[in-house]
């Protein structure tokens, strides 16, 4: 005869529906609070840039207004971006790895990559360069001499180019210029990085449509045209595309350049640099090679 100790449940009689059903309950809820509770995020080491717009150029509601971003440092799994062959044939790759890098605002707030501009995300380009594999960079130069040399550049002495907060209207990218021929007035905004795609994808259907026609190269009037968002106060895009085409002067569109980029938030690439051969000193923008992010072993 099997015996049981006086521990051992005993038939209870016969629930109802609405009890079994409250019973069920009552079991689950115990069982998620006997639960371990788990870790939602993990939080990898981050550091927070500045960005060199500082924020005013976008729109208060935009998370980028901080003026800040927050950036994980480079793992393993950012090198597989680096080296999925899709990615490079596509030409993404940097961006698919920045926007892996980027956690947010440095206030927890997500941002939108798309949003970034151009100079901006120079600035990051720069500080996930520097906490992936370190502010160290070996560059080889022609020297004014016409020498090569190699320079070892400390990638953390870049600062950003200084502003002239002035010249803005705070949550406002939008500026005015006359230009200096025929006095007309063009306004024009700084790109961001969803304008430079759609700047891009312009110029690779213009090369298919030209590619039997010839080689001429539409990049600088394409930039401006997407640039531009009015001329003498018509921002009909018509309108726009015929002044760059056929109506903008070269003194005036070289003099519209040179304001620009004046005016741009940026991260300022400019070197010192001395000529081995001649003892000379001499100046030079940062040369960003392949080997940038594919440092040699």
Request: aromatic share 8%; glycine share 6%.
């Amino acid at each position: 005869m099997t015996t049981v100790n006086d521990d051992y449940p005993r038939q209870q009689a016969q629930m109802s529906d609405a009890e079994l059903k409250q019973l069920a309950i009552q079991k689950f809820e115990q069982s998620k609070q006997n639960q371990p509770q788990q870790q939602s995020t993990y939080k990898f080491p981050f550091e927070i840039i500045d960005l060199p717009s500082k924020g005013l150029l976008y729109d208060p509601s935009n998370p980028l207004s901080s003026g800040k971003l927050e950036l994980k440092y480079m793992t393993a799994k950012e090198e597989d971006i680096l080296t999925t062959q899709s990615y490079i044939k596509q030409g993404v790759v940097l961006d698919k790895l920045f926007q892996s890098l980027i956690l947010g605002n440095g206030a927890g707030l997500s941002v939108n990559y798309n949003d970034l501009l151009m100079g901006d995300k120079n600035a990051v380009m720069i500080a996930a360069r520097v906490l992936g594999y370190g502010k160290d960079y070996e560059i080889e130069i022609t020297n004014p001499s016409g020498d090569k040399q190699k320079e070892l550049v400390d990638l953390s002495q870049f600062e950003h180019a200084a502003i002239d907060e002035s010249l803005i209207t705070p949550g406002v990218n939008r500026f005015r210029f006359e230009l200096p021929a025929t006095k007309r007035v063009v306004e024009f905004k700084l790109l961001t990085h969803k304008d430079n795609m759609k700047v891009d994808e312009e110029l690779v259907a213009m090369k298919k449509l030209t590619k039997q026609g010839g080689s001429e190269d539409h990049n600088l009037t394409t930039r401006m045209i997407h640039t531009i968002v009015s001329v003498d106060g018509n921002e009909d895009r018509q309108h726009i595309r015929n002044f760059v085409k056929n109506e903008f002067l070269a003194m005036d569109a070289r003099a519209f350049r040179k304001y620009m980029k004046s005016i741009q938030p940026d991260v300022d690439l400019t070197m010192n640099l001395t000529d081995d051969t001649s003892g000379e000193p001499f100046t030079m923008e940062l040369p960003i090679s392949v080997d940038f992010f594919w440092p040699r072993a």
